[in-house]
């Protein structure tokens, strides 16, 4: 029984993605305050609906945990949406489908009397226990189930895939049959060479870098040939980042787009079902594992608050820690912010680190600019659009910093407090052009981010000056050199020359009038970390004294992506670690379970 219900809840998430919520249907309804939850992109969501003359009268959302930003606009109108409408057959919003999904589906529960539990009652003996289901996870769950294992999967959040609903497609590996299908001869032993020459020797972990040159490949040809995913047009690409002479990097439908990952996670989630329904996996969904079981130098389970389960093997694949303010500070900051999904909050860096785990690389991160910093700090609401004609960057004493048309995160760091303030004046305002992006949907932009938007951000005094004057500014700012700047930076625009860092004439615009306006801004990480947990060839943990603690196996970007490359970020590693550590720690738990 417990089986098929987990088996109608996998169905019920395919259905949220696919945008098929069931609605109230437009009848007297029962006066009275109800409660319901619903699931949303990676959280439960809360809400109370009052219904008052037999109509739905407010919608309010008690609590949730989606990603700042992406979600709000869900928030924002799909409860008026509802109450509008008298019903919940109301569109969702676009970009935060499964969050207004969730809002949907939790009024409906809400006013029909549906609650949601999660069971922990284990219905199989499991083999191998997966921490988390992001693509690592579910790759380990793939491949352990084709060993004949039983595989329990414990996920924190409501719904399987982490990051990689939002990732693009690309995944890099060397002597896979794509790379031969266009002609390109590679060979594990000249992958390593590259990251070698490129990534710096001694920077890297030699033991895993080789493993992972070695497996990698015959990763991508599982995802091809065995787990069927769609590569599109099988074409190489040089990768973004540090491009490598040689072509590793192919995409999944053949696209770097965010969610063209999901051609990853839809046939993974598909092997999940069918194990449930075989009876070989079972999914605990809002189950956090707290703690690592270990028994001298072997790891025998987990536990979940108070329950604990115990398997011959566990695999740690909680992702990154791009959603954790602490250990992102790890590599310098002393401001960053973040818009990457509340999962990947390095959970399991820190369970890692209870059982004697040792962190490396952690120095090294990929991160953006230009984050704009709110008053409630490290979630990112916006994102300056850095191509505004005439904008400069000045650092805390109002000196400019470079040419801000090529701007890299670099220009941020060794600046106190991690900060630079974009600094524009109103005759550059284009009322056309958002002056504030999204900082999840690429370059698409929200509506009213341009003039209203600086101004309502100024009023509430959230990461925004506005001063008539540019000495009142400067003053505003404490920026002593700010005046200054811009009167030498003017002076170059009328002489059409940058003297001081070579921007192209075509780029700047003189400072004409006021008001004048200084933006806040940051460095911020999306949803990829560098830094990782240390492990042995084989991918388990390996303490600071060099022991080993088997059974216990890492998977995916908690590995770090830095502990294979070094001081270089190459495209597709991300999905190259979930793929090739993934199937390792499979292997792994069926040679201990002797399957």
Request: hydrophobic share 40%; net charge negative; charged share 20%.
């Given at each position: 029984m417990r089986t098929s219900r987990v088996f109608l809840s996998l169905l019920l998430v395919l259905a949220l993605v696919v945008g098929m919520v069931p609605a109230v249907a437009e009848t007297a309804l029962t006066d009275g305050t109800y409660t319901g939850t619903g699931k949303g992109m990676h959280s439960n969501i809360a809400v109370t609906v009052t219904v008052e003359g037999g109509a739905i009268t407010s919608v309010t959302v008690d609590s949730q945990d989606e990603t700042p930003g992406v979600s709000d606009p869900a928030f924002e109108q799909i409860p008026a949406a509802i109450v509008a409408a008298g019903n919940t057959d109301v569109d969702a919003v676009a970009g935060a489908t499964l969050t207004s999904n969730g809002i949907i589906e939790a009024v409906n529960n809400a006013l029909n009397g549906t609650t949601e539990e999660t069971s922990t009652e284990l219905t199989i003996e499991p083999d191998m226990i997966v921490v988390g289901s992001g693509m690592a996870g579910l790759v380990a769950t793939a491949r352990g189930v084709e060993l004949g294992l039983n595989v329990l999967v414990l996920e924190q959040s409501v719904r399987t895939g982490g990051c990689i609903h939002y990732a693009g497609g690309t995944v890099s590996g060397a002597g896979f049959k794509i790379q031969k299908e266009n002609g390109v001869e590679d060979t594990p032993e000249a992958f390593y060479a590259d990251i070698e020459a490129l990534g710096g020797e001694g920077e890297f972990n030699e033991a895993l870098a080789k493993r992972h040159t070695e497996e990698a490949g015959a990763a991508i040809d599982w995802l091809d040939e065995d787990l069927g995913v769609d590569f599109g047009d099988r074409s190489l690409v040089g990768g973004a980042y540090t491009a490598m002479q040689t072509l590793r990097v192919t995409r999944a439908l053949g696209s770097y787009s965010m969610g063209a990952a999901n051609a990853y996670l839809d046939p993974l989630n598909e092997r999940l079902e069918q194990a449930i329904a075989d009876g070989k996996a079972q999914i605990m969904y809002n189950t956090k594992v707290t703690e690592l079981l270990v028994e001298g130098d072997k790891c025998v389970g987990v536990k979940a608050g108070d329950l604990e389960f115990r398997a011959p093997s566990v695999v740690l694949a909680t992702g990154g820690y791009s959603y954790n303010e602490d250990l992102l500070k790890m590599a310098g900051f002393e401001n960053v912010i973040s818009c990457a999904p509340s999962t990947s909050n390095g959970s399991g860096f820190l369970l890692a680190q209870a059982v004697g785990g040792v962190f490396d690389n952690m120095d090294e991160i990929v991160n953006y600019y230009g984050g704009g910093i709110p008053t409630n700090g490290f979630d990112m609401y916006y994102q300056v659009n850095n191509s505004y004609?005439?904008?400069?960057?000045?650092?805390?004493?109002?000196?400019?910093?470079?040419?801000?048309?090529?701007?890299?995160?670099?220009?941020?760091?060794?600046?106190?407090?991690?900060?630079?303030?974009?600094?524009?004046?109103?005759?550059?305002?284009?009322?056309?052009?958002?002056?504030?992006?999204?900082?999840?949907?690429?370059?698409?932009?929200?509506?009213?981010?341009?003039?209203?938007?600086?101004?309502?951000?100024?009023?509430?005094?959230?990461?925004?000056?506005?001063?008539?004057?540019?000495?009142?500014?400067?003053?505003?700012?404490?920026?002593?050199?700010?005046?200054?700047?811009?009167?030498?930076?003017?002076?170059?625009?009328?002489?059409?020359?940058?003297?001081?860092?070579?921007?192209?004439?075509?780029?700047?615009?003189?400072?004409?009038?006021?008001?004048?306006?200084?933006?806040?801004?940051?460095?911020?990480?999306?949803?990829?970390?560098?830094?990782?947990?240390?492990?042995?060839?084989?991918?388990?943990?390996?303490?600071?004294?060099?022991?080993?603690?088997?059974?216990?196996?890492?998977?995916?970007?908690?590995?770090?992506?830095?502990n294979i490359l070094g001081k270089i970020n190459f495209g597709g590693i991300n999905h190259s670690m979930c793929a090739t550590w993934g199937i390792i720690a499979a292997e792994n738990a069926a040679e201990l379970a002797g399957k």
């Open positions: 004609p005439g904008m400069i960057y000045v650092n805390a004493q109002g000196d400019r910093v470079g040419a801000e048309e090529s701007a890299t995160s670099a220009m941020w760091y060794g600046q106190e407090e991690s900060k630079l303030y974009a600094v524009i004046s109103s005759n550059m305002i284009d009322k056309e052009q958002a002056f504030i992006k999204h900082p999840m949907m690429n370059s698409a932009v929200l509506e009213n981010n341009g003039w209203d938007k600086l101004e309502e951000l100024a009023a509430e005094g959230n990461c925004v000056y506005k001063a008539d004057t540019l000495e009142e500014l400067a003053e505003m700012i404490g920026a002593e050199n700010l005046t200054a700047t811009v009167e030498a930076y003017n002076k170059d625009v009328a002489a059409g020359e940058d003297t001081a860092f070579g921007r192209s004439p075509e780029s700047m615009v003189a400072f004409e009038e006021g008001p004048y306006y200084a933006v806040v801004t940051v460095p911020y990480v999306w949803s990829g970390t560098s830094g990782g947990v240390r492990a042995n060839e084989d991918g388990y943990l390996q303490r600071e004294d060099g022991s080993v603690i088997t059974g216990l196996s890492l998977a995916g970007e908690i590995l770090g992506p830095s």
